[in-house]
């Protein structure tokens, strides 16, 4: 067992005796199915919505090297300045160079899991620039050092009392329970760091090729104002998140805030085409925009894996997964957690690395139905297993497999065998549970179940007779 | 019609009643039932490990007993969904693909296979009791059974149903549960919290293997609620 692994099963255990935390969690996304079900009956055909955005996805991705020059020749024809990143460290690499040129020393941004994925932050502060989270619930994980719980909802392990405890700490506030006052101690504190911000930083959620956009959303208007008020303005996107036509946005913005957020639209939606025109008032004067690779052209030619390029990060699947509820979003100890993230970081950032999250799964099906744009999550962590237990599975796990098919293939060995386990199991109860218990993975917490002397086939054939 | 009722491995070793009543119940119906006494097993614990190799020594010899079967009948929802969704991808592009497609057309869940193909919802079953039931996920998200069991259940006398708080896996899932004892019984505890908030006395499946971890579960930490397969209510008549 690697190291993650081991961590992740630790972490685990600990989640499963912290009721207190688990319950914050299921209260969060307690009426998540309920919100989202009420506005999902505001689609005409909900399916029909889904698959039509998975066929729009599947689209692009398949034309992606020609949607990618589509839109960046129109965004350079405005006057953006695009860069390509091929790996996370060119991002930062990008980015800092940006910061020096323009002599910046604090950069604002707005929520960006890409960013995350390549620890923009970290890079930033390690040269010595400021980087100020402006997303609320950025701004409270940036004030605890620690990544976002969720893609969605990144502070959404904390209580009111926690955020509270933590804005009279680190932000001198009085204690407060009101989370209105809470908002807007948080939004006293960015204000002045809007102003002082010489370079504004964005995530994006498409990017429109046929009219050369990128389409920012957002509830807290924050976005915006990374975007308008200081000079430059930097967004960084993954290359899968091209679309093919400005006309599919009106599908895919109201799906993305159906099920990322319960809501019919978000609050903000912006399209950003270039920096600003001399006949408008406001904008920056500098656009940058950075096309993320990091794997992602790998993943697009495998026909299998291309489907997880079509994720837009509602982080539905999150909400649904029994396994995320129960083991909380940092126990992944991955940029994205949940059934996406157990997908998706083998594939990207290695296999025998995060090769546990392909099993830290029952199979239950809840994500593949939850996606929006219908990626099979579950089926695809069955392969991630299939691929793995060729790869990475132990000798004894291996034989026991073969050893059962041969039981199973068998008539005589499986009603032998059965007989066998029966006598073994009236003397299991000396070890039920303990340590040297070779059930102890299921004993220690569950009472096994009692094999019977006389199986169904026995009954059946004295039944016959 | 000539039925073929197929008890997967757990329900052969652990739960042979369970079978028994179905071979009673399609029998009262008029139908004949026969059972492969060479089979044991679908071959799901092996797949979802990803062993598929160990998987398709095991399923082949399903395909090659069952594929000309008039009707495949297990009383279980995930080696029905095993058989029904994953046979026709495992053996995609092999000599057995076509047979596997076969058998996947006529392979059914026991309560699908009464309430969609026999149409067949009121047995006279009695049971008086509260109850509530548990989706095992393979069988409610591979298959779409939903409604079938409710149906079945809405015609047994004395049976009142009150639904859980929300349908959601109860953390068995294969060898799931032995990889990570962990997360599994997290999630078992919190579907034993949601079935004992609905005031049930029984926890109803058409899922053995759920039932048999919420019984573990339950056993050990001895909390008071009770398990039985649908199947046993649809045979009981007390
Ligand atoms: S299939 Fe696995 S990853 Fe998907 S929701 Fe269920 S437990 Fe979570
Ligand atoms: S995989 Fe699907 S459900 Fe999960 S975050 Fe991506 S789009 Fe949303």
Known sequence: MNNLAKKFHQDAAHMAENVALRNVIATGLGKYAEGRDKKIADFQDWQKARETASQIKRESLNNLPQNIQQLTEKLTSRGT???????????????????????????????????????????????????????????????????????????????????SDLFHDKLNSQPTENPETLTMIARQNLRSQYIQADVGFTGANFAVADTGMISVTENEGNSRLCGSLPKTMITLIGIEKVIPRLEDLPLFLPMLATVGAAQNLTAYNTLYSGPKRPEEPDGPEEYHVILLDNGRSRLQKDPVYREVLKCMRCGSCLNVCPIYKSVGGHTYNATYSGPIGSVLMPKLFG???????????????ACRDACPVKIDLSHL????????????????????????????????????????????????????????????????????????????????????? | MRITLFAPCFIDALYPGIAMKAVKIFENLGHQVNVPEE??????????????????????????????????????????????????????????????????????????????????????????????????CHGLRELGIYQQPRELMSHVKGLTLVEMEAIQCCGFGGTFSAKFPEISTTMGDSKINMALETGAEYIVSNDSSCLMHIRGLADKQHRHIKTIHLIEILASNE
């Open chain 1, 351 to 365: 296999m025998a690395a995060y090769k546990h999250l392909s099993f830290a799964c029952s199979l239950c099906c």
């Open chain 2, 39 to 136: 089979l044991a097993c679908c071959g799901q614990p092996a797949f979802n490990t990803g062993h598929w190799d160990e998987a398709r020594a095991v399923a082949s010899k399903v395909i090659e007993s069952l594929w000309d079967a008039e009707a495949v009948v297990l009383p279980s929802g995930s080696c029905t969904a095993m058989i029904r969704k994953f046979y026709p991808e495992l053996f995609a592009e092999s000599p057995l693909s076509e047979k596997a497609c076969r058998l996947a057309e006529h392979t059914w869940e026991f309560s699908d296979f009464l309430v969609s193909h026999l149409k067949v919802t009121d047995l006279g079953a009695v049971f008086n009791a509260t109850v509530t039931f548990h989706d095992g």
């Open chain 1, 81 to 163: 300045h695009i860069h390509f990143a091929a790996t996370g460290s060119d991002v930062c690499r990008i980015v800092l160079n940006i910061l020096r040129q323009k002599k910046a020393k604090l950069m604002i941004k707005s929520k960006s899991m890409t960013s995350e994925e390549v620890h923009l932050n970290k890079a930033l502060e390690k040269e010595g620039f400021k980087v100020v989270e402006s997303d609320l619930g950025e701004f409270i994980v940036q004030l605890r050092q620690e990544p976002p719980y969720h893609i969605v909802f990144p502070a959404m392990h904390l209580t009111r009392y926690q955020i």
């Open chain 1, 381 to 465: 962590l069955l392969k991630n297993r299939e691929t793995l237990s060729s790869q990475f599975a132990p000798k004894y796990e291996k034989l026991a497999f073969k050893g059962m098919s041969a039981l199973f293939n068998h008539p005589l060995f499986w009603s032998l065998g059965k007989k066998l386990a029966w006598i073994g199991q009236k003397l299991h109860p000396l070890i039920e549970g303990s340590a040297i218990d070779p059930a102890q993975c299921w004993t220690a917490t569950r009472k096994a179940p009692k094999l019977v002397w006389h199986s169904f086939k026995d009954l059946w054939k004295k039944y016959k007779s």
